[in-house]
């Protein structure tokens, strides 16, 4: 199993470019998230999806779009980069268990400069 | 609205001593809480949880934490430090009817040799 996986590792973009971050999943979770670390600040939930087919906004979604492709995949699209959104970007799935959420996996992350 | 306080930025502390680093909630309801550890340039591993139960949980490399209900704390604990526990750690939060986490500021542990 290759648990979370994130491309890419690292991307270097101009302010007003776009890009898409890619992230998938073999765990068979049903719910996935995208967060930033930003040094001092945490972990903020940028946006998740519960379920397939459903997606909701966190903390900081602004100059953030998402899309749950199908049950392994959940991608985050900034459509006009800012050097606001230089930041590390982690992936995350988790699930259900006897009706209790269990832990959240976590991707290695993908380290993003906006120049 | 969910929160998590990490007071310490930084705990510094001698190889074989114990650690404490410590972490308060504020949720409604039941709680689920985490411990993550991240390690340079890496993602973040998760190392423990209470869900229910036990006020001590014990977790991955010798690592352990006391959930504390009427000082809405869980912090985390270990009785003797090693250098390679040096790394960053991230207290996390839930609500038992809700599936985002909220996550503390995180704590740079360093031990000493």
């Known amino acids: 199993n290759a648990g979370v996986t994130q491309t890419p590792k690292f991307q270097v973009l101009k302010t007003g470019q776009s890009m898409t971050l890619q992230c998938a999943q073999d765990m068979n979770h049903n719910s996935m998230y995208w967060y930033r670390q930003d040094p001092g600040m945490g972990l903020r939930l940028i946006y998740y999806?519960?379920?397939?087919?459903?997606?909701d906004k966190g903390e900081v979604p602004n100059g953030y779009n998402v899309s749950r492709l199908n049950k392994r995949e959940f991608s985050l699209r900034l459509e006009s980069a800012a050097p606001s959104q230089t930041s590390v970007y982690f992936c995350a799935s988790s699930e259900i268990l006897a009706g209790r959420w269990n832990e959240q996996f976590f991707g290695p992350g993908t380290r993003l400069t906006v120049l | 609205a969910q929160s998590v306080a990490q007071p310490e930025d930084q705990v510094n502390v001698a190889e074989g001593n114990p650690l404490t680093v410590k972490c308060t909630y504020s949720v409604s309801g039941n709680p689920y809480l985490f411990w993550y550890v991240q390690y340079p340039n890496r993602g973040l591993q998760f190392l423990l949880k209470?869900?229910?139960?036990?006020?001590l949980v014990k977790g991955s490399y010798g690592f352990e934490a006391e959930f504390n209900k009427s000082q809405t704390s869980f912090h985390l604990k270990k009785p003797s430090a090693l250098v390679s526990d040096s790394a960053l750690y991230f207290c996390?939060?839930?609500?038992?009817?809700?599936?985002?986490?909220?996550f503390g500021k995180g704590t740079m542990l360093l031990v000493s040799p």
């Open positions: 209470y869900i229910t139960g036990d006020n």
């Open positions: 999806s519960a379920s397939e087919g459903t997606t």
């Open positions: 996390a939060a839930m609500n038992s009817g809700y599936s985002t986490l909220t």
